[in-house]
Structure formats: C-alpha cells, structure tokens
C-alpha cells in the first residue's frame, strides 16, 4: 500500500517478469468468511528483466499457497510490504492460493464488499488485491473463469464477467454458477454479484446480426424504474455501431444497481456496475437531470466496452487515454441523442449547444479550480501517492476536451481513421496516452507532436485575444497570445498548440464570411485558427467597417479567453452572436462581471445596484420567445458559486453571496411580470415524457420560479408552493421546492416535511432533500445557520456515514456548494469538516479523501480565511493513521 511520501512516478514503469495467462477464481461467499480459490497459470514475460512472480495484496488472510500443486520450499515465498513475491526458475509455472475475506467488515467499498445483504465487487483501480494475491496492474491481462458459490435464499442470483457455462444446486441450501470470460482484461474489470435482485430484459440484434441478453438487475422494488436506464443502453449501442463502426462483442451485457457505491458505474467486462443513482428514474422520482445524468452514465460505462476494456491502459498514469476519450464519446453522443429529438434544424443546432454548455459548465465549476489548486496534475500525471485521488475532473473532462481538440483539428472522417487505426494495432493490449495519438497522427499524416504538450503541462491556459481595425485598408487584425500560469512541479510553461475558432460580426449583427490576407476568396463565417506559439497575429481583409470578434466559438480549447469588451459589446455579443455557446458566453461574461461588482461594492460596505444595461441585456433574452428555453434558461443561469470564487482576487464568500443574493432579488423583483409571463406561457401539457423540447421548457420555468422567489413577494411564494402541491412530475415538485428552500418562507418548512413523508422510505429522492437543505442560500439572518441544519439532518434515520450517496449529498453539498456558510467567520464549518473527514476516513478512505478536496483551494480566500483553515488542514494531517488517500490530499494543501 502506498504511504504518504511514497510517490509513484510514471516514469519508473517497468513490465513485471511474469504476466498471467489464466486465471480460475472459486468464490465460497459467506459475509464473515469467504474463501477465494485462485489458479493462475503465470507465463514469464521476455520483454521484463528477470525477476520474481510479484502478487500484490491488501486486508488478505493467506489460508494457502502452492506451487504446481506442491507446496513451496523454504524461503520460496517472501512476504512484501505490498503482497508477496515468488521464487521461480521455470517459464510458466501455476500458483493455487487461497486468501479469506471478510467482505461484511469491509467498508471501502473496495474490493469485495456488501450492500443490502447482498455481495458486490468494485477492483478498478487496486481493489483486487483486497480480494486475493495477484499482478494487480493493467498491463496484466489475462483470460478468466469464476465460480460462485452462495446461500440460495439470500442470494439467489450469482453473476461475474462474459458468459454463463452452468448452474446447479448443492446441499445446505447453497447454489452455484459458474462464468468464462472469453476476453482477455485486466483485473480491475473483474466483477461478481451475489445477491437478491430481478431484472428487465430485452434481446435486440447487433448490427452483424447476433442476438444479443441485455439484463439491468435491480431490487424488485425497483423494476418500475429501470425502463430508462434499458432505453439508454440500447440508445448507446446502436450509436456506437453507427458513428464508430463498435459492436457489443459478448452474448450477454449486464447492468446491476447497487446503493453503496463510492463513484458512478464501473464498467467490468460485461457486468457493469451501477450506483443506483444512475440507473434508477421514473417521472415521479428523477428529474429530467437525472434522466440525462442516467443515460449519459449508462453511455459511459458501455462505451468502455471498447475504449478501456478492449484496449486499455498500460498503468494508471495512462488513465485519461480510457476516461478522457470515454467522456468524450459519452458527450458526443449525449448531444447527438438532443439533436435527433429536435424537430428542425435549428433546435437541433440549440439542443447541441445547451450539452456543450452543460460539458464547460462542469469544466469551469469542477476542473479550473483544480488546476489552480495544490493538485494540479497534467491529464496524464506525472507522479502519484494514491491512484484513487487521479480519478479527477482533470483526467476526466480536460481529458475529454483534449480529445475534442483533436476532432476540430482532424475533422470527423479523419478522427474516425485514427480510431479504426488505433483498434487495429492495439486491439487486446494495455497501451499508452502516445499510442494513441500516434495513431491519430498516423491515420491523418499529421503532426501532433507539439499538441502532446497537453497530456504534460497542468494549468488552464490563458488566451489573450486583441483586435485592431485598420478603417484605411479594410482590415482587421486579430492578436492571439498564450500563457499558463505554473503549477506544483511546474514553474516554467511553454507554448501549446490551440485551436481557435473564431467569427466576426459585422455591425448589423450577421456572422462576416472571412478572408485572411493572401486569400483569393472569402470562406467560412468561421474559422479554426492554429496557435502554436506564444503570441501570433491574423489579418482578415476585405471588410467594409469594424467588425466584432467572437473567439473560441463553441469553447474550442480548454482555455481562460482574456478579452478586452466592455458592457455594449456583450449585451451586442449577447443579443447576436450566431455561435450559441459564445452568445450564452457573452451572458455569463456580463454577470460575472456585474457579481463580482457587486461584491466588491459589499466588501466594501457600499450600497449594491445592479447595473442598467445588464438588466436591459438580461431581460431582451428572457422574453425572446423565439430562442429554445433550454438555451435561454442556461443563458440566464447565474456562473457556480465555484467557479465565481476562482474568479475573484482573494476570493471571499460572504460578500460574494451578498452579491449574488442581491443581484437575484433586484432582477426577480425588477422584472416579474415577464418572469411570471414566461411561467405560465411555458407550461408543459400532458403526460410526462423526458424529450428536450419538454425539459427546457420545465428549465425555464423553474428558473423563472427561482428568481421569482428570491424576490420572494407573496404571489411568488404561492406559485412555487402551487407548483409543489400540484407537481405531475419530479423535475416540477423539486423546482418549486429548490425555488421554496432558496426563501425564508413559511412554505419552505411544509414543503420540505411534505417531501420528506411522501419519500420517507426513499433513499435516492431522500438524497435530493439532504442535498438541497445542504446547499441552500439563508436569506435571512434570523434562520438557523445550515451548518447546525446539517448537524440535526444527519441525526435523521435516513442518513448514514456508511452510504457515500448519503455523505455527497449531505456533507458533499455543505462543503462544496455552500461557500457563504461553510466559511462562516467562526471558523466552526471547518472545525465541522475536520471532525467528518477524520470519521469517515476509518471507514472509508475514498469518500473522505473526496470530503477533504472541499478545502484544497484554500489558498485562494483572504488572509484571514486561510488563517482559519490551515489550522483545520493541519488538525487532519496530524491524525494519527490517516490513509494515504487523506494524508496526500492534506499533505500537498499544505505544502
Ligand atoms: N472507471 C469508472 C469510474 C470508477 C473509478 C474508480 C472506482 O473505484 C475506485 C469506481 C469507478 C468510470 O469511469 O465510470
Ligand atoms: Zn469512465
């Protein structure tokens, strides 16, 4: 196990002297003791340097091991601070090692674990080695065969990876079944489940034309919610035949819903593993987020089968090659599915937009702050202390960015080649960020030797865009220059290779086609411009008066565009730009602007007035009936708390929410009568579908609600209660309640107790209830602060420490979406913090190590705060026993 300052560096990869050819794994399930039986054929590898057979293993108790069934000589066996290491001389030899477990004492939820009575396995990344002693790496793949054996009563269903051979019955009330694995994987795609479940079924043809079981296992309570989850998976395949040519390549394709989970889904060989977050919607319980939020992650994980699974990663520093292009495929595919809704060209243009905002939303809130932070990390890191931490919104969604970045410079056909390339060399090995862009390289004769400069440098990077208008030569020369400020490790940055796309619009508000100088004709409304080094300069031509510049159309980088436009041309952007994404740009522009204004005018006990001409920009898109209500909805969304906090110098909650508060009652109050007028105009009629058209509509709405109360008159107050009482639907009964928490009215207490008792026995619309009461604004002084609501919330039976859904939403949203009042003067929302993270780390190292990135950014705040949560940061780090996952977050925030 790694331990703190024990630093894992991708450079020091080495292939182990032996791999694993077979592996037959005997699973005598018991919740105290379960006996694994593993026979690993273990073949020498010629490419390693000469070594030991080297097993890792974690909480393992060794009941035996034998070498080519005899038992081993004196001395054979050596027992390693990180498993045990074998002494052999022959090419291939067979290890037979038996290890118990106590899978009801494991509360990691790694490894092999229960939830429910049930027996569920999570090994991605190093959690086989808590099941038995073996190379646990990706680079070792191998083919496997499981049996399972369980009491039949409490676990009538037995499943792991590929195929069912057989089933029987045995004495004493047990059962058995047993599965091959034709594929070859790694070990942290092993999977079983053991358990009390049903499941939906359905057998649809692939596109060779194999009939292929689809299952979702679920409680039987649960079968009323799972159609969704089946649609989604059925939507996933067809999608991936279509656009990339990928095929399901089993007979059978397993989701299973399990409610102790410390991620989202995992995708194991053909038994996905599931949160039940994500599977589980119905009108009545999800909201058309977790509608989206459970086909995208069914996407995900399927999309593995072939991005991961079939091809996989090398070591853990490679992992953005299996997350970053997974997330991408699943984002391509989230806005292909809101197109295909649409029923015109233009909403389909508007549906895309609204996923891309969504995708750089949870960029700037998730990953910017990330990269600012003590744990920025390039997305193919350079060196680790606990790979459990790397599973980061770097890795994952600048992952995905970094991979769009390649479609816009290959286009579509070209990026499939790579792909069919990248499948053809690298089909069934564990390969590296480089092999894969080799292959796109290859596949297109291009160079992308300088755009490797994004898998090494951490930080998001700066563009500078300045124009100049030349009125005498019809000219307009446009300035890109770049920078990145330095990171841990990090102090020097060099260029990196950008692409820019850009527009011009000429004063009437039409996109200019573009003609760059030395061009004989002009082309496109946009352009992808190439920077590649520090600073360059484009002169476009043959323009009759100044036009307005629109860079980093459809956010073609992951980058901070630093633009020079003062109010006019924002409101002008806002009112016209034909890039949407760059149009909703332009209104999150202006607000950041204007909030963080306001609380500049707070902080220093000014009085707070919210500028005209942003009203008069605000308003012209709300009431603007002919764009999509998705669209306007996001448009008029306020920026994250998170990501308004990076943008301010230091960064201070308490006036910034003064602001944002502020600004939300003036504008609901100031234009209600359109607020209210958009309400009722957008109602949604009939049964509940989950169709984007439906969905922004019920955006919108909401959203209307939101300000409407935080102006909080009594008509207001009333349409959100009605609204409450008079719900068809999840997505209307959680919006007047969002709407209702954000007041300090009386309705905000009946609401939540009416919620509480129609879900009281309801643990995932429970969550949203925890969640909200967690992250609400307090609008009034005389409230309780959330802080002792959240100290009373987790004495509720319904919460547990031991359900990380329960610890996100609860604990997760106090520390993470309510900076105002986690950061109270008093310092007691970080004394609170402290004391949670040291409780859940005895238990369960990932969910606290999650917990304790809630302060990593703490050199952001004003001296005084920093003062205050050092002295919590080093409370935690001098707990004695903290895990590795824990000590290196804390270690590298103080550091
Ligand atoms: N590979 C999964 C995410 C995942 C990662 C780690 C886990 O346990 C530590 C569990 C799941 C995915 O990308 O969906
Ligand atoms: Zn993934």
Redesign the pocket.
Same mark, same amino acid.
């Given at each position: 196990m790694p331990t703190p300052g024990n630093l894992i560096l991708r450079e020091a990869y080495q292939p182990l002297a032996y791999g694993v050819e077979t592996v037959d794994l005997d699973f005598n399930l018991d919740p105290q003791a379960t006996v694994v039986t593993s026979r690993l054929k273990c073949v020498r590898n010629p490419d390693a340097a000469a070594g030991p057979v080297v097993l890792f293993g974690e909480a393992l108790e060794l009941v035996s091991i034998a070498i080519d069934g005899a038992a081993p000589a004196e001395g054979q066996v050596r027992k390693t601070e990180s498993g045990l290491e074998v002494n052999v001389s022959a090419d291939e030899v067979v290890l037979t090692i038996v290890t118990r477990i106590n899978p009801s004492a494991n509360l990691t939820l790694?490894g092999l674990y229960q939830s429910r009575g049930g027996f569920y396995t =999570?090994c991605?990344?190093e959690?086989f080695r808590r099941i038995t002693y073996f190379p646990d790496r990706p680079d070792v793949m191998a083919r496997y065969t499981v049996r399972l054996e369980a009491d039949a009563a409490t676990c009538p269903v037995l499943l792991s990876n590929g195929n069912l051979l057989e089933t029987g019955t045995l004495p004493n009330g047990r059962h058995f079944a047993r599965w091959e694995d034709p594929f070859l994987k790694p070990s942290y795609l092993f999977a079983l489940v053991a358990a009390e479940l049903s499941a939906l079924e359905r057998t649809v043809t692939t596109m060779s034309g194999r009939d292929v079981l689809l299952q979702v296992w679920v409680e039987a309570r649960d079968l009323d919610r799972v159609e969704h989850a089946m649609d989604s998976l059925i939507h996933s395949m067809r999608w991936d035949e279509e656009v990339f040519g990928l095929e399901l390549d089993l007979d059978r394709f397993m989701i299973v819903a399990v409610s102790d989970?410390?991620? !989202?889904?995992?995708?194991n060989k053909g038994l996905n593993i599931f949160n039940t977050k994500y599977v589980l919607a119905n009108p009545d319980t999800g909201t058309d987020l977790d509608f989206e939020n459970v086909e995208s992650?069914v996407a @995900?994980?399927y999309f @593995?089968n072939w991005t !991961?699974n079939r091809v996989t990663c090398r070591d853990w520093f490679q992992l953005t090659l299996?997350?970053g292009l997974?997330v991408f495929r699943d984002q391509q595919f989230t806005a292909d599915m809101m197109a295909r809704a649409s029923d015109s060209p233009a909403a389909a243009a508007s549906a895309r937009a609204v996923t891309r905002i969504a995708n750089v939303r949870g960029l700037r809130s998730g990953q910017f702050p990330e990269d600012a932070g003590p744990m920025a990390h390039p997305i193919r890191p350079d060196s680790y202390q606990e790979i459990?931490n790397f599973?980061t919104a770097t890795v994952?969604q600048k992952g995905a960015e970094v991979i769009r970045m390649i479609l816009t410079l290959l286009g579509r056909e070209g990026f499939r080649n790579g792909m069919d390339l990248y499948f053809s060399y690298h089909d069934g090995q564990a390969v590296t960020c480089d092999d894969f862009v080799g292959c796109m390289a290859e596949a297109n004769g291009a160079d992308l030797d300088l755009f490797m400069r994004w898998y090494s440098q951490a930080g998001t990077p700066r563009l500078k865009a300045e124009g100049a208008w030349d009125a005498a030569t019809g000219t307009y020369t446009l300035t890109l220059s770049q920078s990145t400020p330095p990171t841990p490790g990090q102090p020097e940055k060099l260029p990196l290779h950008i692409p820019v796309a850009v527009g011009l619009i000429g004063p009437d508000g039409a996109d200019l086609p573009l003609r760059l100088e030395g061009e004989a004709n002009a082309g496109d409304t946009t352009r992808v411009l190439n920077l590649k080094e520090a600073s360059r300069s484009w002169r476009f031509t043959g323009l009759a008066a100044e036009p307005v510049p629109s860079v980093l159309r459809g956010y073609s980088a992951p980058v901070i565009l630093e633009i020079d436009e003062d109010d006019e041309r924002l409101a002008f952007r806002m009112a016209h730009d034909a890039d949407p994404f760059n149009r909703w740009d332009a209104a999150q522009r202006f607000m950041e602007r204007v909030v963080l204004g306001l609380a500049a005018d707070a902080a220093a006990g000014r009085k707070l007035e919210v500028p005209q001409a942003f009203g008069h920009a605000f308003r012209a898109l709300l009431v603007n009936e002919s764009l999509d209500p998705a669209f306007v909805a996001e448009t008029l969304a306020l920026p994250s708390e998170a990501y308004l906090l990076e943008r301010m110098q230091p960064a201070d909650p308490a006036p910034l929410r003064a602001a944002l508060i502020h600004l939300m009652r003036e504008v609901g109050q100031a234009m209600q009568a359109d607020f209210l007028g958009r309400y009722l105009d957008l109602e949604v009629e009939g049964e509940y579908r989950y169709h984007p058209a439906d969905a922004g509509k019920r955006s919108l709405r909401n959203l209307c609600l939101r300000y409407l109360a935080a102006w909080g008159g009594p008509t207001a107050i009333d349409l959100a209660a009605k609204q409450f009482e008079h719900a068809g639907n999840m997505t209307e009964r959680y919006g007047a309640l969002a709407a209702l928490v954000q007041s300090d009215a009386p309705q905000r207490t009946e609401a939540l107790a009416a919620f509480h008792d129609r879900y009281r026995d309801d643990a995932l619309v429970l969550d949203k209830w925890f969640m909200l009461q967690a992250t609400a604004w307090r609008w009034s002084d005389a409230a309780p602060t959330t802080l002792d609501q959240v100290r009373a919330l987790m004495a509720n039976p319904a919460f547990s420490l031991s359900n990380p859904n329960k610890v996100y939403s609860l604990l997760g949203g106090y520390f993470k979406s309510n900076a105002a009042e986690f950061h109270r003067p008093d310092g007691a929302g970080y004394a609170f913090w402290a004391e949670q993270v040291v409780a859940l780390d005895r238990n369960n190292p =990932?969910v606290a190590s999650r917990m304790a990135r809630a302060l990593e950014g703490w050199r952001k705040f004003t001296p005084e705060i920093q003062a205050r949560i050092r002295v919590a940061l080093e409370q935690v780090a001098a707990t004695e026993g903290l895990s590795p996952d824990v000590a290196e977050i804390v270690g590298k925030a103080l550091g």
């Open positions: 790694s =999570q991605e990344a959690g989970f410390n991620m !989202g889904a995992m995708e992650v @995900h994980e @593995h !991961g299996k997350e997974t459990n599973y994952y =990932q």
